[in-house]
């Protein structure tokens, strides 16, 4: 019988880059106050966790929101998430 004893760490992250979205859809759990929402994690430190996830045996990652294609690092941060071996999805 299967065992999962090779498992360890997370499987997946989701990253949640930011609040920002441009839609207004009525179920959205996120904040709509932007404004009151300075502390997005900046690229590199986004590129130290995506690192640290991936030591940690993470090979999926959700890039979500908000929406993530607001962020203007998206292309450096799908491209460090593909030179470490993640699986990259929106
Ligand atoms: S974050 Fe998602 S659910 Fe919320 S307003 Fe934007 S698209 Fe809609």
């Known amino acids: 019988m299967p065992t999962a004893k090779f498992l360890h ?10 609040y920002l979205c441009p839609l207004q859809c009525a ?8 404004s009151k929402y300075r502390n997005e994690l900046n690229t ?10 991936r030591e940690m045996g993470a090979a999926q990652l959700g890039f979500s929101g908000g929406e ?3 962020r203007r690092d ?8 593909r030179e470490l071996g993640f699986i990259p999805t929106f």
Do not use: I, K, M
């Open 74 to 81: 998206l292309e450096t941060l799908v491209s460090h998430a």
């Open 27 to 34: 179920y959205c759990s996120n904040p709509l106050d932007f």
């Open 9 to 18: 760490g997370p499987l997946w992250l989701l990253a949640e880059l930011t």
């Open 68 to 70: 993530p294609l607001v």
């Open 44 to 53: 590199d430190e986004w590129l130290s966790v995506l690192r640290q996830a």
